[in-house]
């Protein structure tokens, strides 16, 4: 049995919990996170994927979110430009459907409810003359476009616990929280590992950012809470390119929703959301045949191209822990977050809600309200400090690329890019001193090297294939199944001699 001594344990190492390690671990705090499995393997690494404010959110009056979230777009796109980039959305206007006046006046209010530097405002468009209107199959004539970022999710928890580890943090994966017990001094938590050994854990204080689990990992505490949370679950499906070009779409449904459908990994289309309650195991959501259906019909009613689920080549869905304000319809659930702090002895701070946007301020004023309790003194800090790979010696990403591949020759162009979009200012660190692709070692699939693999082992806490494929890349959409198997047989050789 082994025992750690901290000032704080992190339970969940989603966005929340690993933003909140990193926040907490820059205040000077001694810091341990535990993740049950793999970090941003749920939740965080099935989103939409996009950092931003929440343009339906305006409907339902939600002012505040929606500034703090379009306030965060810019924040992000600053600290992590190589996995955060603008991405220009185009609406159509549709008969039936909410009135221009309405989109034209909720899109000047997402303009200007924070100031934007990087992205430009919104326009009309005449689908008839503007070839954003060729994919669309002209039941609408006119639109608008406006700016959002992407994001990389599931790199995005990742690098925030490698900044946390770099801080003094302690990142455990694949270890469960499985109780704790409160005294006068602190908490006396225990977790268990993979393989079944036993950690305790001496905390001054535990943040609760489980996610799905939270009530859950509460009820290990013994601590009884008069917050809830809604479980929905939001499936999102992947077909072959609808069309070509990099601007992605909004598209009004007939039950007042909204679909997006994103350009997606170079060849590919994103689409979704749904929001539907969900009573199963958080941890193994699916996309059901009839959410699958939904999507299809939503996009086939306004793409020249229709969509079927045959198209489908992947499916993937999240479990949204919703803080449950009562709302009836799941959709009109808040997006914000809610903290509470319980001060009945040792702190113990709970997350409910949140969205990825917004995950930065959530740890900020979390560490803030955890490192107040403990009688610390340390300042607010991650919105001017970039994240590993965020720093690109001030050049564009642009400029970083070009210089990239003046070093690097043998790099196709797409490989390169790929690269950036996962490591940013670190691509040097990743790639050494090579010289020629056969320094890299073999290409072990969707290509990723020896290399790549061995630095996502030793330095981003990969432990499956799965972990390779599907969180830090998404390489495992462009290969076969059989070259997936093949992966697997190499990555087990390689993980050996990391």
Known sequence: MTTDTVDLLVIGGGANGAGIARDAAGRGLSVLLAERGDLGGATSSASSKLVHGGLRYLEHYEFRLVREALGEREVLLRLAPHIVWPMRFVLPHLAG????????????????????????????????????????????????????????????????????????????????????????????????????????VRARAIANAAGPWVMQALGETGVAAKDRIRLVRGS?????????????????????RVVFVIPYEGRFTLIGTTDVPHDADAGAPRCTPEEAAYLCRAVSRQFRRPVSPSDIVWSYSGVRPLHDDGAENPSAVTRDYVLKMNTDGAPLLSVFGGKITTYRRLAEDAAGQIATALGHAGAAWTA????????????????????????????????????????????????GQARSAADLGRDLGGGITERELDWMVRQEWVRTPEDALWRRTKRGLHMTEAERQDFARSFQEVRQAA
């Open 97 to 200: 459907m909410r009135p221009r006046w309405m989109l034209r006046a909720g899109l000047f209010l997402y303009d200007n409810l924070a100031r934007r530097v990087t992205l430009p405002a919104s326009e009309a468009l005449d689908f008839r003359t503007h070839p954003w209107g060729a994919p669309l199959n002209g039941e609408s004539r006119h639109g608008f476009a406006y700016s959002d970022a992407w994001v990389e999710d599931a790199r995005l928890v990742i690098l925030n616990a490698r900044d946390a580890a770099a801080r003094g943090a302690t990142i455990l994966v694949r270890t469960a929280f499985t109780g704790a017990k409160r005294d006068a001094q602190g908490w006396t938590a225990t977790l268990r590992e993979e393989g079944g050994e036993v950690r305790t």
């Open 236 to 256: 999102h499906i992947v077909v072959p390119a609808l069309y070509e070009g990099d601007q992605a779409y909004i598209l009004q449904n007939d039950d007042r």
């Open 384 to 431: 001017g400090a970039t994240l590993p790979g965020g720093d690109l010696g001030g050049r564009s990403s642009a400029e970083f690329l070009a210089e990239a591949a003046r070093r690097y020759p043998f790099l196709p162009a797409a490989q390169l890019r790929r690269l950036f979009h996962c490591y940013g200012g670190e691509l040097d660190a990743v790639l």
